[in-house]
């Protein structure tokens, strides 16, 4: 009817305008990068803004590294802290991932200037005095949801020294979301109708009584399907804004480079991910890599 047809059209209109408006911050935002990469190579001598950062990053995925990228935009120097195994399995329960495979992740991202091993899980005040005091921070970085443990903010004594900063979280991809998708075994978990009403719940983790024994698919999908933690169908969505932010500063082949060209499905992205690609560079001066779709990964694998 009509006005349906007066709602759609301002709709579009209004969808036309946050997209006009999304081009000019990115715009901005490409340019601040430029002209911040450009000052600290022209400058030196200008004090270092270092910024600490500290998580288990087990299962390391996309969102983890937007993190680290919101994180040293807001200095010139990012240190990131890895728990250790032991008191992230007091915590939360033992992690998937082992130290040396934890760290060696945080150390293949490019943001990441300095990685610190064995930060514990929950750090106190104490700890966290002799961290910034060791490494010289200006600034405590958490994402924007509160870290309370036993009824206290982990970072109340960063706030209070005036050095804490919190930047938003990515929306649309996390561990628990990780484990859901591992746990249905599909194929069609990005798109699955049955989960699609799920509302997502933000924790920064999870656990679950891993004595349950599930003999059947179908039981298994019923069950994962009324925990709200683990299963919702993937609203994660890469826009061709992130891709250009993530992107900031990389520069084409000369004539001269060697480009060696390596592609997969990079699924569950982990440390041996991170070794082939090293391995990678040894072959030339320029590595570009293809990712395949969720098409030709479900058909081959």
Request: with cysteine; glycine share 6%; aromatic share 8%.
């Amino acid at each position: 009817n009509k006005k349906r047809n007066e709602l759609e059209l301002k709709l579009k209109q209004a969808q036309s305008y946050v997209h006009e408006l999304e081009e000019k911050l990115l715009q901005i935002e490409e340019q601040e990068a430029i002209n911040k990469n450009n000052d600290n190579n022209n400058n030196k001598t200008t004090k270092d803004i270092r910024i600490w950062m500290d998580g288990a990053f087990d299962m390391m995925h996309y969102g983890h590294m937007n993190a680290f990228r919101q994180g040293k935009a807001l200095g010139t120097y990012l240190i990131v802290g890895v728990n250790s195994d032991e008191t992230i399995t007091q915590c939360k329960g033992k992690p998937v991932t082992n130290d040396e495979e934890r760290v060696e992740m945080v150390k293949g991202c490019k943001w990441v200037d300095e990685v610190v091993e064995g930060v514990p899980y929950i750090m106190s005040d104490e700890y966290l005095a002799y961290v910034i005091q060791k490494y010289q921070i200006d600034y405590v970085v958490h994402g924007d949801d509160p870290c309370i443990v036993n009824g206290k903010d982990v970072y109340e004594s960063a706030q209070k020294m005036g050095k804490y900063l919190t930047i938003p979280r990515t929306e649309g991809i996390s561990t628990t979301d990780i484990v859901g998708r591992m746990l249905l075994m599909t194929k069609s978990h990005h798109n699955n109708e049955k989960l699609s009403n799920i509302t997502r719940t933000n924790t920064r983790s999870c656990s679950f009584d891993s004595s349950l024994s599930i003999k059947n698919s179908d039981s298994k999908l019923d069950l994962i399907s009324n925990n709200k933690s683990f299963n919702r169908k993937s609203n994660f969505l890469t826009t061709s804004r992130i891709i250009r932010l993530f992107s900031t500063n990389v520069k084409a082949p000369t004539n001269e480079d060697k480009v060696v060209y390596l592609a997969g499905s990079w699924d569950m992205f982990h440390a041996g991910h991170v070794h082939i690609l090293q391995q990678a560079r040894h072959f030339g001066t320029y590595v570009v890599v293809g990712v395949h779709s969720d098409i030709v990964v479900n058909a081959k694998q």
